[in-house]
C-alpha cells in the first residue's frame, strides 16, 4: 500500500541533543512537508521540499534542518537551538501537479518529548 | 489574528445528531478548502475538498462555503461514535497551505 512512513512514533531527547525523524514515502509525490502540532494551535509548516536537492524554509523553520537527496526521503533534524522541541511532528506529501491544492497525505506523526 | 480561526470544542453530542463544524478566515486569496479527520496520536486524513462557494455533498458529510462572508462549514449527519476526533479546516493561497487550529468533537453513544 502507497503511504508515508514516520519513525520513531515516539523519541525522547536530553537538553542540548539533535535529534532527527524519519519520513518517507512511496506515493512518488515531489512536494514533501514537514508540521508542527501544539495543542489549539493547528499545524504550522516548519520546512518544505518541491523537488530534490531543494528545500525552501516555513514559517517556524528556527532550529530545524532538513535534507532531500531522495525523492522518497525528507528527514527532519531538530537542533540544540530549538527553545521548545516538544511537540507532535508530522511529515506529509503531495503531487507536484496539483501542489497540494486537493490535500496533503500525512504520516502518523512523531512525538518528540524533551526530558 | 489568526489567518483561520476554529472553535477548539470539545463539542460533545448524542449519537445520531448533526454535527455542525465551522471556520472563519481573513484572507480573500484562499480558494481551495479542504476539511481534514484526526484520531488521538494519528495524522490527519483528507475528508472533503472543494472551490467554490455552495454545497457539496459526500455520504454523511457535507462541506459548505461562503466566500463572501469567508466561512465554510462541515456537517455530519447521523453521527456515530467512530466519528469521534478533531476535524481541521485548511485552505489554500497558491500553494500555500493554511490550518484552522481544529475542533475536538466527541459522539456519545
Known amino acids: 500500500d502507497g503511504g508515508i512512513t514516520q519513525s520513531p512514533k515516539y523519541l525522547f531527547r536530553k537538553e542540548g541533543q539533535n535529534v532527527t525523524l524519519s519520513c518517507e514515502q512511496n506515493?512518488?509525490?515531489?512536494?514533501m512537508y514537514w508540521y508542527r502540532q501544539d495543542p489549539g494551535q493547528g499545524l504550522r509548516l516548519i520546512y518544505y521540499?518541491?523537488?530534490?536537492?531543494?528545500?525552501q524554509k516555513g514559517d517556524i523553520a528556527e532550529g530545524y534542518s532538513v535534507s532531500r537527496e531522495k525523492k522518497e526521503s525528507f528527514p527532519l533534524t531538530v537542533t540544540s537551538a530549538q527553545k521548545n522541541p516538544t511537540a507532535f511532528y508530522l511529515c506529509a506529501s503531495s503531487s507536484s501537479w496539483d501542489r497540494g491544492v486537493y490535500g496533503y497525505t500525512f504520516g502518523s506523526g512523531t512525538r518528540l518529548t524533551v526530558v | 489574528q489568526k489567518e483561520v480561526e476554529q472553535d477548539p470544542g470539545p463539542l460533545s453530542v448524542p449519537e445520531g445528531a448533526i454535527v455542525s463544524l465551522n471556520c472563519t478566515y481573513s484572507?480573500?486569496?484562499?480558494?481551495?478548502f479542504m476539511w481534514y479527520r484526526q484520531y488521538s496520536r494519528k495524522g490527519p486524513e483528507l475528508l472533503m475538498y472543494t472551490y467554490s462557494s455552495g454545497n457539496k455533498e459526500d455520504g454523511r458529510f457535507t462541506a459548505q462555503v461562503d466566500k463572501s462572508s469567508k466561512y465554510i462549514s462541515l456537517f455530519i449527519r447521523d453521527s456515530q461514535p467512530s466519528d469521534s476526533a478533531t476535524y481541521l479546516c485548511a485552505m489554500t493561497a497558491g500553494n500555500k497551505l493554511t490550518f484552522g487550529g481544529g475542533t475536538r468533537v466527541l459522539v456519545k453513544p
Open positions: 521540499s518541491q523537488i530534490v536537492n531543494d528545500f
Open positions: 484572507n480573500s486569496a484562499f480558494q481551495y
Open positions: 506515493l512518488n509525490h515531489d512536494a
